[in-house]
Each structure stands twice: as structure tokens, then as C-alpha cells.
Nanobody, 112 residues
Framework: QVQLVESGGGLVQAGGSLRLSCAASGSIFSINTMGWYRQAPGKQRELVATISWLGRTNYTDSVKGRFTISRDNIKNTMYLQMTGLKPEDTAVYYC??????WGQGTQVTVSS
């Protein structure tokens, strides 16, 4: 079992930046690919970005060039650097390590 705790969400104006963190604990040896998802009110949870153990990344088109996913395998922490934020980025952001392991989510609100 892997425990995931997100932090770093908040309220920011359009064009601003935030950095989300996801700290992993527990059976971390089992973690390979990690990812960030988000869920806006009334919408389905959607993939934002993923990163493999070796650092290969993948982004959904709407965040390419604005968001950067990274991980520190020594600190067992994953990050999502978000720049150029838009109101449509407003959502609860969740991290996952696969195998049904999810964090509790952190709210990101972007005002226009």
C-alpha cells in the first residue's frame, strides 16, 4: 500500500504560478509511473501529466508548455510546476502512483 499526500494548491490569478507536491510513503518500492489528474466541478477526472521512474513525461495537450512534471526519487516526491495558469485549470488536483493509489486532492482555483 502506498500513501500519497498532495500539497501546494491555492488561489491564484490568471497568468500566475503554483507548484504542487505529492509525497509518497509506504510500499514505495512498487511505484513506477506516477501522475497528476484533475477534476473540475461537474466534469470527469482527467489526466494532466505522467512521469515514469526514469523521468519520461507525458502531458495532456491543454497543459503542454505551461506545466512541468518532475519527481525526486530520493525524497519520494513528485511535483507539478504550473505556470501561465488559466481559469479553466481550476480543479481539484490528485496524484496517483497507479494500482488504485490516490491522494486526497488539493484545490487549485484560478481567478480571471
Amino acid at each position: 500500500q502506498v500513501q500519497l499526500v498532495e500539497s501546494g494548491g491555492g488561489l491564484v490569478q490568471a497568468g500566475g504560478s503554483l507548484r504542487l507536491s505529492c509525497a509518497a510513503s509506504g510500499s514505495i518500492f512498487s511505484i513506477n509511473t506516477m501522475g497528476w489528474y484533475r477534476q473540475a466541478p461537474g466534469k470527469q477526472r482527467e489526466l494532466v501529466a505522467t512521469i515514469s521512474w526514469l523521468g519520461r513525461t507525458n502531458y495532456t495537450d491543454s497543459v503542454k508548455g505551461r506545466f512541468t512534471i518532475s519527481r525526486d526519487n530520493i525524497k519520494n516526491t513528485m511535483y507539478l510546476q504550473m505556470t501561465g495558469l488559466k481559469p479553466e485549470d481550476t480543479a481539484v488536483y490528485y496524484c496517483t502512483s497507479g494500482a488504485g493509489n490516490w491522494g486526497q486532492g488539493t484545490q487549485v482555483t484560478v481567478s480571471s
